[in-house]
């Protein structure tokens, strides 16, 4: 399965839908960073949105790959799509994650246009919702972009497929290891912490421990996402 994860807009949890929801369940698949513009993004192997020709040699060599997005680079890569003719069938899912803030629901829509402009039918192009509001529910929290898509059936949304907000996405941010690497940590953290020697020595513990409870928390919403997401 080869999956792009894509927006218009930046901060929006491309890289947390690719490393945290996707490639856990999509066995074997590697993740393959076009270049943003962010900081703490500086993958020595990421791809520029120009370099779409070996992007493409890349994906038609490979059987699944998790290729994210990164905002500065998405005109580039919708650009080069268009010439390279038929390219877009080459993925089988187009993920765009949105966020409630209205200017990213609406970059949300855009993109979604505009890959259905280029031929990508809306079955294949497949919205979560991320970063919702415990208090609310996630309809009423993303009305710009369901108004959008009720008129414009370009893409496909399912209420189910979405993420509350959550402090671990940014506790693992640096980590090399995904949530479920986190959760299935069997470290017994409070027997370490009984022995530890030291005040900061008990902190670090802890630490590590809340951040295991919270990817144990975190883990069936994003099973639940995954499957209401229908990647087949």
Not at 85 to 108: L, M, N, R
Not at 136 to 153: C, H
Not at 171 to 176: A, E, L, M, Q, S
């Amino acid at each position: 399965m080869k999956v792009a994860i894509i927006n218009f807009s930046g901060n929006v949890g491309k890289t947390t839908i690719a490393r945290h929801l996707l490639a856990p369940r999509i066995k074997k698949a590697e993740i393959v960073s076009v270049e943003s513009a962010n900081a703490d993004e500086q993958e020595a192997d990421a791809l520029r949105g120009r370099d779409f020709a070996h992007l493409q040699q890349y994906m038609l060599a490979s059987d699944d790959l998790i290729v994210d997005i990164g905002a500065s680079n998405v005109e580039d890569l919708l650009t080069l799509m268009r010439k390279f003719k038929g390219s877009h069938e080459d993925f089988d899912y187009f993920v765009i994650p949105a966020v409630p803030d209205v200017k990213q629901q609406k970059d949300t829509a855009n993109t979604a246009n505009e890959l259905a402009k280029m031929g990508v039918p809306p079955e294949k192009i497949k919205i979560v919702l991320n970063r919702v509001e415990d208090a609310d529910a996630p309809d009423k929290q993303f009305t710009a972009l369901l108004g959008f898509l009720a008129v414009n059936r370009v893409a496909t949304i399912n209420l189910a497929a979405h993420l509350t907000d959550n402090e671990i996405y940014q506790r693992v941010k640096h980590d090399g290891r995904s949530i479920s690497d986190l959760a299935e940590d069997k470290t017994d953290y409070k027997a370490l912490i009984a022995k530890a020697k030291d005040q900061a020595e008990k902190i670090e513990l802890a630490d590590k421990l809340a951040v295991k409870r919270l990817a144990t928390g975190v883990l069936p919403e994003l099973d639940a996402c995954f499957e209401a997401l229908a990647l087949k």
